[in-house]
Nanobody, 125 residues
Framework: QMHLVESGGGLVQTGDSLRLSCAASGRRAFAIYSMAWFRQAPGKEREFIASINHDGGSTYYGGSMRNRFTISRDNAKSTVYLQMNDLKPEDTAVYYC?????????????????WGQGTQVTVSS
């Protein structure tokens, strides 16, 4: 079992930056998990943002966010991050992190074993 807690969301203005964090805890070592970030805006389907393999050596990005968002991880802190720059109102959503044990599939359709509760990001125009 793995517990994920996102933080760092909030209300920002267009053009601002935010760094989201996702702290993991559980019986197995954080370093065996690949991690990912997703988001879901009101009335829309969940959207894949980015994923990162167990040691941070490989990343995969989906969609148009790849030029503004960066995923990273610190295994010593059992934390994955999402740096978001040049935020736009359309980035308003609940942001979720997810974990997959012992596999990294660089695809927006990869399945994940554990999910956090999400953190709200609101970008005002």
């Amino acid at each position: 079992q793995m517990h994920l807690v996102e933080s760092g969301g909030g209300l920002v203005q267009t053009g601002d930056s935010l760094r989201l964090s996702c702290a993991a805890s559980g019986r197995r070592a954080f370093a065996i998990y690949s991690m990912a970030w997703f988001r879901q805006a009101p009335g829309k389907e969940r959207e894949f943002i980015a994923s990162i393999n167990h040691d941070g050596g490989s990343t995969y990005y989906g969609g148009s966010m790849r030029n503004r968002f960066t995923i990273s991880r610190d295994n010593a802190k059992s934390t994955v991050y999402l740096q978001m720059n040049d935020l736009k109102p359309e980035d308003t959503a609940v942001y979720y992190c997810a974990a997959a044990a012992e596999r990294f599939i660089p695809s927006a359709n990869a399945e994940y074993d554990y999910w956090g509760q999400g953190t709200q990001v609101t970008v005002s125009s």
